[in-house]
C-alpha cells in the first residue's frame, strides 16, 4: 500500500532529514530542490549546541559540553526551535534524543561520509582560515589541535590557488593554538596536482574528478621535501566526488596522518555533504524535482499544490516547508519581509515583522548578533507555522530549518542541530 | 635636534597632498602628516568627477571656469586615470526645453578648456535610444559632457610625484598639537603615529588642509577658518546601470545625478549640513531612501538595480549664513593668518572643488612661496603625475608578464605607465600574479606595489588604493586572501592578522549596513557564516573596540 504522499521543500539539511523521516514512517516523498543552498557552502561540521555565552577571545574557557548548552539555550530562548521541541515532549532531553535518532539515518556507518566527532561535546577543529572551530560533529580526518601528530605538521599551498594560503594559515593557527594551550610548529610546503592548470580556483578544483590516486601521489612528493614533519594538513579543496573521506584515505596510503581544514565557502566538505545527502535521498527512494517552486494553491486550509520551474505540478497530502533562509531562498527581505513560497508571515522576537530598515535589524558591528538572521515563520508545537492571527496557517503543513524564527545560527552555533531535529520532527510530523 | 622642514603639510586630502606635490617640485623641503589614511576623507568620498561644475553656473560662474580651465590640465598630467562621462539632462516640459537650451549655450563656452563638447539637443526617442531605462515621461534631453577620476587613485599620485620630489610623506600619523613660539606664532607640529609614539617636528609654515575638520583644527591651532561641513552621501550599484549620466530632480528640487563610474554606477549625492563628528559618518536609510526616490522618477526601474554599498563624506564648504546647503559657494579659499590675524607660520586652505585642486594648491603654495622668499614657478599643470608619461598597451604588458588583460587594463588604468613597475614585481616573485579581489580584479601584485610604494599599511589602505573589494560581494571573497598578501609583506602576527581581516570587514559593514536589502542580504549571510561561523573570527579574536 502506498503511504501518505509528503511533499518536501528545500533539498538541504533540514529537508533531507524531514524527507528521510516521513519515508521510514511509510510516506511516499517528494523533494523539492532550488539548489545546494546554505548546506553545500558549510564548512563541514555540524554544530548542534555553542555556548549561548561564550568569551571572546578565550576560546578554551567556553562549555562545550552540548547537552549543557542545549539546557541553557532552552532556559535563555524560549522561541528556539529546541525550546518548542522539549516544550511539545515535556522533556528537555528531547532534542537530544531525536538528533541521536537522527544522525544513523542521515549518516550510516556504511554510508560515504563519515564523520568523527559526537553529541557530547564540542570538539575543537582547524578551519581553512588557521582559526578553531568548536563543533559537534565533523568530516573523519579534520585537523584537530589534540590530533595525533599535529604538533609538527606539513601545511600544504596548492601551487596557483589563492583562496588558501599555508604562511598566513600557520602563524594565524600558532595563535589559536596557543590560546587552547597546545603548540603547532608548521612546516610550510607546496603540493601541484597535475590537470589543474597554472592559477586554479576552488571552485575549478572541485570540480576535477579523477582518481584519488593521483592526489596521493602528489601529496606524498611534497611530504618526501619535508624533513621531520609527522603529519600533513590540506586545505579543503579536493573533488567533493563520491570519496568523502579523501585525507584519511591519502594518509592511509601515504602512512602518516593527512588532514584536511574546515572550509570556507566555496567549500568542498560543505559540498561533499550536500552530494551525500542528494545519495541518501536516492538510496531511500526519494523522488527529487529541481527547480524554484513558482506558484502555490490552496483549498479550505489545506496547502495542495505547488508548481516547480513554471512547469512541473507536485500535489501532496502534507507538506514541510524546509526553504531555508536568505541564502536558501526561503525568505526575502527587499523593503519587507517576504516568505518567498506561502507568504507566511514573519516574525522576530515573537512579533511579526514586516517593512522594516536594515539598520533596525543589524547592530553597528559586523560581529553583533544581528536579529536580520533571527527572522523566520514561527510554528506551533507539531512544528506548524502561524498566520497572522497566531492560528496554524495549513492543517497539513509543517516547518523545519532556517526558515523557522527564533535562532541565529550564525552567534548560537545550533545550526545543523536545528536542521536536523525539526527537519526529523517536520518529517514525522508530515507523514502521520 | 629636532627634525624640521620648511613647510608641513597637515592633511592628506587632495589638497595636502597637491600642495605637498607643488612645492617639492620647486625645491621646498616639506613633510606631509596624515591621520587616518591618505584620501579618507572629503577626497575619497567625493564624487570623482573632474568636471565643469555645470549646476555653479547660474550663481558662481568662477567656479565653472577654474573648473574647466583646470580640467584641462588635469587631462594632460593624468590622462590614464580620466575617463569621459556623456551627461544627459532630461527636459520635462516643452516650456522648459529654451532655458535649458540657453543655459547650454553658455557652459558650451567653458567646454573647450576641458576638451569638452559642445551640448546637442536630442529628441525623446533619440533619449530612449541612449538610455532605454528612462522615464517615457520627457520631451527631450541636453548633453553636456565631463570627465571623471578615481580621487583616491588622483591623491595618490600626487603624494607618490611629491615623495619623488623629496617630500616626506607620513600616512597614519596624526597631529595632535600647533607647536608656537612665545609670541604665539606656530612654529611646527606635535606628531602621534599609529603605534602611540610621539615627536616634535619643526618648521617655517605649517599649511593646515584638514578638510572636514577644520573647525576642530583650527581651533586647536587658534586660527580663524569656519567652515559649514555638509554631509553628501553615494549609493554605490554592481554595474553600468548606464552608460551616459543622467541629471536627476530629488523631492526637494535639488539636483543630483546617476553615472557610470569605472565597473559602478554611483547616484548622488544628498547634501546636508553635518554637526556630527567627522571621524564617525553613518549613512541613514532615510538618506538611501531620498537618492532613490529621486532617481526612480527618471528611472522607474532603479529599486530593482542591486546597490552594493551606500558612502557618506563631508564637504568642507566655506561657511555662509542664510543659504541652503546646495546653495553654498563652491568657491575655495586660502587663509595668510599673518595677514588676516597677526599669527605667522601657519596659512589653512577651505572650500573648493575636486576639480579645482591643483589651481588651488597652486595659489597656496604661491602665498608660502613668498613668505619663504622662494622664487621658483608653478609646474605642476605641465609636469606628468607619476604614471602620466604615457599610457602603455594593456594586451602587450599582459602577453609579456603572462597575467589577464583585463587585469591588467584595470591596472593601467590606476597606474598609467608605473603598472609595468608594479607588475615587474612578479619576476621575482610569480605567485604574485594571482588574482585578490576577482570582482574588479586586483591582482597580488599591485598589492605589494602599495605597501612598498603608497604608504598603504591595512586592508582598509589596500582598498583606497587599489578597489580591493570594492565590487558586488564587498570583500566576502577576498578579504582572507588580501590579509594573507598584507601578513607577508607587512610581517604581521597571527593575532594582527585576524585584527586587520576583522577591521576590514568592519569597514565594509559599515557601507551594507543601510543598504541591506534583496541579494545582498543573501551575501551578507554568506559573508558572515563564512568568517564568524565556518572561520569562527569574531569569537577567536580578542577584539578591542575596533571599527
Redesign the interface.
Known sequence: MEGKRVAVIGGGLAGAAAALFARRAGASVTIVAAGGGATSMSSGSLDVAGDPCPPIGSPGKRCTDVDLNIEKVILTHPGHPYSIIARAAGNKNAVMSVIDEALPVLFPRDGLLKLAGGLFHNQPCFTQFGTVKFTALFPQGAAQPSSDGLESPLILDVDGLSQFNAAAWAKVAQDSASKLGNRVEPRLGKVRFKGTGERPSTAFMMQISRDPDSFVEAVSEAAAQAQGVRSIILPPVLPSGIRSNIAWFIGERINMPVYELLAMPPSAPGQRLATHLSDRLAREGVRTISGKVTRFESRDGFARSVEVGGRESVEAESWVLASGKYIGGGLEKTRAFRETIFGLPLFLNDRIVSQKFSGNVTGLKVTDRHALFEVGVKVDELLRPVDRSGKRAYENLFAAGAVLSGYNYMVDGTGAGVAIATGAKAGMNAAE | MKESHDVIVVGGGVNGTGIARDLAIRGVDVALFEKRDLASGATGGCSGMIHGGLRYLLYDVDTTRHSCVDSGYIQKIAPHMLFRIPFIMPIPHKFTAPFFETYFEVYDKFAPEKRGKPHTMLSKEQVIELVPTISRDIVGAVTTDEWGIDPQRLCAANALSASEHGAHIHNHVEVIEFLKDEKGNVIGVKTRDRFGSERDVLSRIVMHATGPWLNRTSKMAGVDVKIRPGKGVHLTFDRRLLNMSVILEMIDGRGSFIMPHENTSILGTTDDDYYGDPDDLRV??DEVEYLLEGAERMLPGI?EARIIRAWAAVRPTLYGWGKNEDALSRDHMVYDHEKLEGMSGIVSIAGGKLASYRMMSEEASDLICSKLGVEARCQTHVVPLPGGEETPDAAELAGEYGVSRYAVSRMIYRHGARARDVLELTRENP?L????CECEPVL?CELVYSMRKEWAVSLTDLRNRTRLGAGPCQAA?CA??A??VL??EMG????E??EQL?SF??R??RGK??????VM??Q???N????????????????KG??
Open positions: 541613514t536609510e529599486r605567485g600574479k594571482r588574482t585578490v597580488a571573497t582572507s586572501r590579509v594573507a601578513a607577508e604581521l602576527s597571527g593575532r592578522i585576524q576583522l570587514l568592519q565594509r559593514w549596513r543601510p543598504i541591506l536589502g534583496g542580504v543573501d551578507e549571510e554568506i558572515q557564516a563564512s568568517h564568524f561561523l565556518s572561520a569562527n573570527l569574531a569569537k577567536m579574536a580578542a577584539i575596533f571599527d
